[in-house]
């Protein structure tokens, strides 16, 4: 019997009630399971930049790859796959059969709060990328999710914005990268919470055409957390399962509907078949397959082991640990963009003997972005670790943080606190009930519990801790929930007051509740006995948050501290970079601005030594004014556990910057053609149509600070031809080769971009778009000449009068280069209609 009969024999099995219990999670992130089926609950979990698993625990870590806007500059298909497997090896080491990635939504305007979450600005980009990351998960018996499905490109009012878009801009720009992961062969689709002209996407029609049947897509459509609003139409469309559970919108309402015949018994049917060849693919149904193990993350050319040291007294990492560590360093190398050289990278260490390392990121990076998706890493080498690794003792590395970013208060952390209940390094967590006796009580490493235990009568959370302030001064002190919460500093009440909710999205409610702060004075070296406490309420969440920063230093102190370290040394690394403020899930960005006096610290420091490489640490894009006075920029996006080992092998020379920019840079906010993220009567139009990132800039002639496709390497490059044929059929792919030649000294990596435009007549067409690309390396002098295949959907409009895709016969303008903005070569290529 194959695969399909069994299924349809064990459906039949099945009563309605117990088919349509299938249809809701158990848990948070378990489906549920049919014992009589052979069929066991399946773990999902969030993944986009690493495993979280089934709860937010510090003593449960995960490795943490660079954020998906780092992965989008890659370029590098073969590379994702790998990445790819390390997610799905983390999966399976986790019990976790679904990962909750990609996103595949685009970077529709520099605004959006969760960039570093998605790919890119580009449809082909986003789609090639994705469809690799797919590909390197599904390898080895785990299920990835593209999601959101569609057009949740912003966060304001990401619960409940209609998103008003005509169908082709639809169909070629935002449905493109969903398209692409179907061929992939992707499992699980995620709708998201928003709507799309006048449909909620958990009920939405796009769900059963294109998605099912147009597209083919067999596996299931999962809602995003919370969002099924309303039963009977989301079981009409092609939405399978609403998580969480184990309550939803569905259970006994859905049975009703379907005995009244509001909802077919077919529909139903349909879900579960779906739900059983998950379960199937995943060795979750019947006798669990043998999964192949992924193969081994180690690089091509490996690394040396990672620079940064273990914790004191620590076990050595096994073999595979240090081989996935190697692969992440290699991959925040080759999604570095070096924006802007002025031959100052690589540095040569050999001609160093003091180096300033300067900005408060530089000691404290952000690795990844706030918000659901976010996990605990095992380990962080942040980049004056990594710079001093790199240069060890030969080369006297000084340290100036700088002025403040305005940066809130971090969570409490091993190195700033002790449990004073054992002393050992963390905090203490305890339930307490409604008199204040104890329920619960256990050691924990971190402020930030987003998931304290549940317990029978729970009323309080309570972290305490011993802090060890290691300046005077006044300290401030936070804690982030809902409802009644207190913080006391050695039993001196210091703040008491009730917090409402103003928002119910889950990412702030479950994930970054606001944090409420007071300074307190407090002198080095004595202990202080901090107890922050949150009552619980139905629907606030249980999230309890307990922050600590040292006195803020001052501004003009610090920024005179770190412009004498410049001076005094052969060359000086600043860092900067975007803080929790921004680039969250839940919330757009309102400017592009760095925060604090970063912009003001890079212009003293570059005017105190022109030898200055500034490292740029964020999600997306960000204004750099003072980016001509830099010797270098250099872009680490969020480049998760291994940045700061990552940054010192480009920094000094050991691996190439290999990214190239996935979004536009724009010099100023103001000069951004799209940017509007603010729902008007809860609709948010995409007016701009198909002309978004570099399509909008060179509809507008404006140029950007850094255009689409820009990165610089080691090295340099001239494109010296191009060559294609002379005529196609439409509907045919076809082949562009393009010479180039390496014109520098070392060997290094080029990639090669192909462009299109279109014929001259009215069809609403960008003056450019993305077509194909391919890297080549080559050593100094070579010349090399690279295919570059131009897929049949690239020549492709979509007819909403015939609701079909239809090729333009007539020539096309065909134009390679290194970016969107440098395209030094063209040629035309007649398309002729089909015989």
């Known amino acids: 019997m194959d695969d399909e009969a069994e299924r349809e024999r064990l459906l039949g099995k099945l009563t309605l009630r117990e088919k349509v219990r299938l249809l809701t999670g158990a848990t948070t992130w378990r489906t549920r399971a049919e014992p009589a089926l052979g069929l066991r609950e399946m773990v999902l979990s969030d993944g986009p930049a690493g495993v979280r698993g089934q709860s937010w625990d510090e003593r449960d870590p995960a490795l943490l790859l660079p954020s998906a806007s780092a992965l989008g500059a890659l370029w590098d298909e073969e590379l994702l796959e790998r990445l790819g497997g390390l997610l799905a090896a983390e999966a399976r080491r986790k019990g976790v059969d679904v990962v909750l990635a990609p996103t595949l939504n685009l970077h529709r305007t520099p605004l959006g709060g969760r960039h570093f979450e998605c790919f890119s600005e580009d449809p082909e980009l986003t789609g090639r990328t994705g469809a690799a990351l797919v590909r390197g998960i599904q390898a080895h018996g785990v299920a990835a999710t593209a999601k959101h499905y569609v057009a949740n490109d912003s966060e304001t009012d990401r619960l409940t914005v209609d998103v008003r878009v005509s169908e082709r801009v639809l169909r070629e720009v935002y449905l493109a990268p969903f398209e692409a992961a179907v061929q992939a062969g992707v499992r699980v689709v995620m709708a998201g919470y928003n709507g799309v002209n006048g449909a909620t996407m958990s009920a939405s029609p796009l769900l059963t055409d294109p998605l099912k049947r147009e597209w083919g897509f067999e596996g299931v459509v999962v809602s995003d957390w919370g969002a099924v609003r309303s039963g009977d139409p989301a079981a009409r469309a092609g939405l399978d399962l609403a998580m969480p559970g184990p309550e939803s919108a569905w259970g006994q309402e859905l049975v009703r509907a379907v005995e009244a015949g509001r909802v077919p018994q077919a529909a139903v049917d349909d879900k579960v078949r779906r739900l059983l060849g998950l379960a199937a693919a995943c060795g979750a149904l019947g006798e669990p397959p043998s999964a192949p193990e992924p193969a081994s993350p180690v690089p091509s050319e490996p690394l040396e082991p990672p620079s940064a040291p273990e914790s004191p007294g620590a076990d050595p990492p096994a073999p595979r640990r240090v081989a996935a560590r190697a692969l992440l360093r290699r991959a925040v190398a080759a999604s570095a963009v070096l924006l802007h050289n002025r031959d100052v990278l690589p540095l040569d260490p050999g001609r160093l003997r003091r180096v300033a390392v300067i900005g408060a990121h530089a000691a404290r990076p952000r690795t990844q972005g706030g918000g659901s998706a976010g996990v605990f890493p095992e380990r962080v080498v942040t980049p004056l670790d990594g710079i001093r690794a790199a240069l060890g003792d030969d080369v006297r590395v000084v340290y100036a943080p700088g002025p403040s ?16 209940v054992t002393g050992n390094p963390g905090v203490r967590l305890r339930l307490l009930d409604a008199a204040g006796l104890e329920l619960h009580s256990e050691h924990r490493r971190s402020g930030r519990q987003l998931e304290p235990p549940l317990e029978p009568g729970a009323h309080t959370v309570e972290i305490s801790a011993l802090l060890l302030p290691g300046t005077s001064g006044p300290w401030t002190l936070g804690v982030g929930g809902f409802g009644r919460l207190s913080v006391t500093v050695d039993e001196h009440v210091c703040l008491d007051g009730e917090f409402g909710m103003e ?28 107890v922050a ?8 969440g249980r999230a309890t948050v307990v922050t600590a920063a040292p006195p803020r230093p001052d501004d003009a102190a610090a920024l005179a501290d770190a412009t004498r370290a410049a001076g005094a040394a052969d060359a000086a690394i600043v860092v900067v970079g975007t803080t929790e403020h921004g680039e969250s899930e839940g919330y757009d960005r309102t400017d592009l601005g760095l925060g604090g006096r970063q912009d003001e610290l890079v212009r003293a420091v570059t005017a105190a030594k022109p030898r200055t490489v500034v490292v740029v640490n964020s999600g997306g894009p960000v204004e750099l004014p003072w980016r ?19 940054l010192a092998d480009v ?22 053609p799209v940017t509007r993220t603010r729902p008007r009567g809860g609709r948010l139009d995409y007016a701009e149509g198909l002309h978004i990132g570099y399509r909008a800039w060179a509809r507008h002639d404006r140029e950007p600070a850094y255009w689409f496709g820009h990165g610089l390497g080691f090295t340099t490059w001239a494109y010296e031809g191009l060559d294609v044929p002379e005529g196609i059929v439409a509907g045919e792919p076809f082949t562009v080769r393009v010479a180039v030649r390496n014109t520098g000294a070392r060997r290094g990596r080029e990639v090669v971009q192909v462009y299109l435009a279109g014929p001259p007549g009215p069809l609403d067409r960008p003056e450019r778009w993305l077509a194909g690309y391919t890297a080549v390396s080559v050593e100094p002098g070579e010349r090399a000449t690279v295919s570059v295949r131009i897929p049949a959907r690239a020549l492709r409009h979509w007819a909403p009068d015939e609701h079909a895709w239809r090729t333009r016969p007539g020539p096309y303008r065909v134009l390679a280069g290194r970016s969107a903005g440098a395209l030094p070569l063209t040629a035309t290529v007649l398309v002729r209609a089909p015989d």
């Open 405 to 420: 970013t305005d940066a809130p208060p971090p969570p409490l952390t091993p190195d700033l606190c002790a449990d004073p």
């Open 503 to 530: 928002t119910d999205d889950p990412a702030v409610v479950h994930v970054n509740p606001p944090v409420h702060c007071v300074r307190v004075p407090l002198t080095a070296g004595r202990p202080a006995r901090v």
């Open 533 to 540: 406490r949150r009552e619980l309420a139905p629907g606030t």
């Open 628 to 646: 001509a006075r830099a010797g270098a920029v250099l872009l680490t996006w969020f480049p998760g556990q291994e940045g700061g080992a990552g």
């Open 651 to 672: 920094l000094f020379g050991r691996a190439e910057p290999g990214g190239r920019l996935p979004t536009t840079w724009a010099a100023a906010l103001a000069d951004a």
